[in-house]
């Protein structure tokens, strides 16, 4: 004998059909526990920054205090849209640069032609990165 295949023929519908009495039932009641064991997860930080492989060349021999500034220049550059910023003193606790330090760093990325800085007297300078 040979094996046939299952065809249309086989197939009954009213079998798979739920008794109308059990769908009006109610579903039974679930067991529920009084403690909860969910553990909270403190918020991660999802800052990054995308450095540029030209930058990445430039830096390389870069002092650390420079490295970081770069970071965080890039960083402040996205949040501003590519747009000229400040850099202030305050957001640089983050970067772990001191105020003097930035100075020497703006200088030394400025030498690299990573960017270019508009100082002014007794004030934050104005930072534009180039893209070249």
Same mark, same amino acid.
């Given at each position: 004998m040979s094996k046939r295949k299952a065809q249309a023929d086989d197939?009954?519908?009213d079998e798979l059909r739920l008794d109308p009495a059990m769908a009006s039932a109610p579903a039974p009641a679930q067991a529920t526990t009084t403690t909860t064991t =969910?553990?909270?997860r403190p918020k991660r930080n999802r800052d990054f920054v995308m @450095?540029?492989?030209s930058w990445v060349r430039r830096? =390389?021999?870069a002092q650390a205090c420079t490295y970081r500034l770069a970071l965080h @220049?890039? #960083?402040l550059d996205w949040k501003h849209d590519g747009h000229q910023f400040r850099l202030t003193n305050e957001g640089l606790g983050a970067a772990n640069v001191s105020r003097w330090g930035k #100075? =020497? =760093?703006l200088r030394e990325l400025e030498g690299l032609g990573l960017v270019t800085v508009d100082r002014r007297f %007794? %004030?934050?300078p104005l930072i534009k990165v180039r893209r070249d």
């Open positions: 197939f009954d519908l =969910a553990t909270t @450095v540029p492989t830096l =390389a021999q @220049v890039l #960083y #100075y =020497a =760093a %007794k %004030k934050s």
